[in-house]
């Protein structure tokens, strides 16, 4: 793959586009509970699936990046995690403490009552609406050298490669089987909803991640060709899963849109292909955009930790009376609101961290001798 300056891959584009719309999944839950009239509720469902590749993609863009930065580079487990600390694991601990602490309305599936469910709700992802991503794409993060020691193999020759992904579908489809029957308004509907933020829910968007980084040069010849083809399949598995969320009636719920049944799962690898190929004639134009989308994916992760919180300040202040009067010009200015303050939080907490950085005693110059 050619490389610009700014050392930017698909994986980067895949996190911004993740990150850009998963702000108006939390924001249409929200507006929902405006009651909006039947109209709007259908228009609210068919934008809210689709957005619905949130979580795929970024899951794939992170797969993605890691892989071809690390597969290659001889690390230890203890330095990969070291790295992985200050940028993913400490922002996670401070805004799931913040929603804990400050917004503890936005929990889910109940409260925090001493000091045992704290911690119970500070782990499972129950925090704040979007939080239950996170727990699940942590798990991506501590397994990473497994991913990683198995894209090696697969490389090997093209014959593991396919063996991996046949392995990957094959296990993938029979758990999203298991989980349509079982837990999507199955039996264990309410006692085994934990099973969506659990890595396996997810892995085919991991595996194949590391694969298209291993293969990029086939994968990005093979894209560059066949997009058309891939956009006549988006709009086959849109309409397909738009007519499975319908079916469930009025009001429109949207917990009946999840990511786990296999239109969804066509639709979310449509998706990612479509925007990897996006991202692969941009990054072969060299086109200016490429810097401004690598910026903005590296801020990508702490600004969909904190996103919720700056919707939920938005939303109690005057964001709710705004959307029950005027629906459409409402939920513009508060996503456009939510995603300027989550970006420009990030920036400016990451400005000041490097300016104390530098101020610890580590960083301060040894005097002259």
Not at 29 to 45: C, D, K, R
Request: a positive charge; charged letters at 10%.
């Amino acid at each position: 793959m050619q490389k610009t300056t700014t050392d930017i891959d698909i994986g980067d584009y895949l996190k911004l586009f993740a990150c850009t719309a998963v702000m108006l999944q939390t924001l249409l839950g929200f507006v929902l509970t405006t009651t909006p009239s039947a109209t709007n509720e259908i228009g609210i469902g068919i934008l809210y699936n689709l957005i619905k590749f949130t979580a795929p993609a970024f899951i794939f863009g992170i797969l993605y990046t890691t892989a071809r930065k690390s597969i290659n580079a001889a690390i230890s487990y203890q330095r990969y995690l070291a790295q992985r600390w200050h940028g993913l694991f400490v922002p996670t601990i401070w805004w799931t403490a913040i929603y804990l602490l400050v917004t503890p309305d936005l929990q889910q599936i109940g409260h925090y009552h001493n000091l045992r469910t704290f911690l119970w709700q500070f782990i499972n992802g129950n925090a704040a609406p979007h939080l239950w991503y996170n727990t699940m794409m942590l798990q991506f993060i501590l397994l990473m050298p497994i991913f990683l020691s198995l894209g090696r193999w697969a490389a090997t020759t093209p014959v593991r490669g396919l063996i991996t992904a046949g392995w990957t579908i094959a296990i993938f489809l029979a758990w999203i089987l298991f989980y349509d029957l079982e837990v999507f308004h199955g039996p264990q509907m309410t006692h085994w909803y934990l099973l969506d933020r659990v890595f396996p829910s997810f892995l085919i968007y991991g595996v194949f991640g590391v694969l298209a980084w291993q293969y990029h040069e086939m994968v990005n010849r093979f894209l560059r060709t066949w997009w058309p083809i891939f956009c006549l399949i988006f709009l086959a598995s849109f309409y397909w899963i738009n007519i499975e969320l319908f079916r469930f009636g009025s009001p429109i719920k949207l917990m009946n849109a999840p990511y786990y049944k296999p239109s969804m799962v066509l639709y979310d690898l449509v998706v990612i292909s479509l925007i990897a190929s996006l991202a692969i004639f941009q990054i072969d134009n060299h086109t200016r955009v490429n810097k401004v989308v690598h910026i903005l994916a590296d801020f990508a992760y702490r600004a969909f930790l904190s996103n919720v919180f700056w919707l939920y300040l938005l939303w109690s202040t005057f964001g709710k009376q705004l959307v029950i009067h005027h629906l459409l010009i409402g939920t513009a200015i508060l996503y456009a609101g939510t995603w300027m303050l989550s970006f420009g939080s990030a920036f400016i907490i990451h400005f000041i961290w490097q300016r104390i950085h530098l101020l610890l005693p580590a960083h301060q110059p040894h005097p002259a001798k």
